[in-house]
């Protein structure tokens, strides 16, 4: 079945460095991707997402290209902030059969100033 | 545009009783998906249901289980607690099926005693 490898957290940051937060992903399909964020105490929001090969999404200074030649989807920011903690999920959406989201297991960022 | 709300966002109970959820989506999405969330096993798919039919469905035991209505608003029951049980609970809303972007809710964190 489809799945999704995150690396392993946690990470651990001073404010302003560089983050790469590694995605690869199986899937029998040809899926969307996506980058969704949690903050302590709270749900998911969606971060970013993309469709479709070499689609790059980015938001508040992230960014993940798809890639389907290595089936990766990493995650990137040039300068963290410390606002930046929290858990950071990989997961994938088939697009056919209305399969339900697969998550990566999740890597928790913490940014310290 | 009101997001995604979830009742009760806390809830202590204890094994054995039975326990109901309930989420309300965005408007004008039709398909509500459950996750439960727990720090050993992550983020594992419940159910989803769209047009208040059972669209998709996780490996969960019986005891859980959920409904939908013709407002699209929807509920999870979990009959017989147990310890397990003790969870975070997140709904999720997208406007048609799973592959679009799904919108989560803060979730409703169940303590089972």
């Known amino acids: 079945g489809d799945s999704v490898t995150q690396m392993e957290g946690p990470v651990t940051l001073s404010e302003e460095a560089f983050l790469t937060i590694n995605c690869t992903y199986t899937a029998t399909g040809y899926p969307s991707l996506f980058w969704y964020v949690q903050y302590p105490g709270e749900g998911l929001q969606l971060l970013l997402k993309?469709?479709?090969?070499?689609d790059k999404g980015s938001n508040k200074g992230f960014e993940a290209t798809y890639r389907k030649e290595t089936t990766s989807f990493h995650l990137e920011k040039g300068s963290v902030q410390v606002s930046d903690s929290a858990v950071y999920f990989c997961?994938?959406?088939?697009?056919?059969?209305?399969?339900?989201?697969?998550f990566g297991k999740g890597t928790r960022l913490s940014v310290i100033a | 545009k009101a997001g995604v709300t979830q009742t009760p966002r806390y809830l202590i109970k204890t094994r054995g009783q039975q326990v109901t959820l309930s989420c309300s989506p965005i408007s004008g999405h039709r398909s509500v998906s459950w996750y439960q969330q727990t720090p050993g096993q992550g983020l594992q798919f419940l159910f989803e249901?769209?047009?208040?039919?059972?669209?998709n469905k996780g490996n969960f035991p019986g005891r859980f289980s959920g409904r939908q209505f013709s407002n699209s608003r929807s509920e999870m029951n979990v009959s017989t607690l147990e310890l397990g049980d003790s969870a975070l609970y997140l709904c999720?809303?997208?406007?048609?099926?799973?592959?679009?972007?799904?919108?989560f809710g803060p979730g409703t964190r169940l303590l089972v005693l």
């Open positions: 997961a994938l959406a088939e697009l056919s059969g209305n399969t339900p989201l697969v």
């Open positions: 249901y769209f047009s208040e039919t059972q669209r």
């Open positions: 993309a469709t479709k090969a070499d």
């Open positions: 999720a809303s997208s406007k048609v099926d799973s592959q679009e972007t799904q919108y």
